[in-house]
């Protein structure tokens, strides 16, 4: 069956649509959905509260805004992109969806989002889980006393934090750290064994950026350019995010 291009928004005007638009590079390739389905079928989010990505961007394209603004969809989106790679018209639907999020007052946003943001902002660490560079430290000799104690063929493993000039800076999800810290050493093992020359910071170390997931820029921002700096200080030559 030939699918069918469909023109968008002769209905009513969206705000969504708009703004989407008028900052993609080629034009605003949202009027060109065949609403095949293929971004839905690849979607994480898809089937949560009876919506997927593409009946998303048929609201926008219809102009439904208040529809779009009181579902909480948006926010089940993980920012995967899969439906962008899927998309044969390569519409870029988490743009709209960042949109989507960043027009909704901050104090409507979902609390545990805006929380892990705020705590990030704290320290240079960046951590979502508000953890500072002292802790951060301790858990991580810690941790590798532990091993180096404990366990055989590991008497000297490295988990080197400021290591300057090393290859390799590596990020941790923050929540290992303070949850789960023995799940940090499986990859410490590997990049021993492996011979690689890494470090973790004493700043901006933690992987994740839930200031992204809120839709603010600012925040976002600063969050990478205290990462990058942390990269920068101890002149590592590759940045190795694992999130
Ligand atoms: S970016 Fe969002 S909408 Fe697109 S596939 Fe991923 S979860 Fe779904
Ligand atoms: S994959 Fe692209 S063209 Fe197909 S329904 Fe989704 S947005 Fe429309």
């Known amino acids: 069956m030939r699918a069918e291009e469909i023109r968008l928004g002769k209905t009513r ?3 969504f649509k708009d703004h989407v638009m008028s900052i993609l590079p080629d034009g605003g390739n949202l009027n060109l959905c065949l609403t095949c389905g293929a971004c839905a079928s690849g979607c994480p989010a898809s089937g949560i509260g009876d919506m997927d990505p593409r009946r998303f961007l048929r609201l926008a394209a219809m102009g439904a805004d208040d529809e779009i603004l009181s579902s ?13 790679y899927a998309c044969p018209m390569k519409i870029d639907i988490p743009q709209l969806i960042f949109n989507v999020r960043a027009s909704r007052p901050r104090e409507q946003r979902p609390k545990g989002i805006v929380a892990s943001c705020d705590a990030a902002l704290k320290h240079d660490t960046c951590s979502a889980m508000g953890v500072s560079e002292e802790d951060w430290r301790f858990v991580v000799e810690d941790v590798l006393d532990e091993v180096r104690a ?9 988990a080197p934090v400021d290591k300057v000039g090393a290859e390799l800076f590596l990020n941790q999800n923050s929540r290992e750290p303070v949850t789960e810290p023995e ?9 021993n064994l492996a011979g690689a020359d890494w470090t973790y910071g004493s700043k901006g170390w933690a992987a994740e950026n839930y200031c992204m997931f809120m839709a ?3 925040s976002w921002e600063h969050i990478i350019r205290t990462k990058v700096k942390a990269v920068e200080d101890l ?8 999130e």
């Open 150 to 158: 404990g366990q055989a063929g590991f008497e000297k493993l490295q």
């Open 235 to 242: 002149r590592c030559k590759a940045w190795l995010n694992t």
């Open 183 to 191: 799940e940090m050493v499986p990859l410490w093992k590997i990049l």
């Open 13 to 15: 005007k969206s705000l």
């Open 216 to 218: 603010d820029d600012a």
């Open 72 to 84: 909480d969809w948006a926010w089940w989106c993980t920012m995967c992109q899969r439906c962008i």
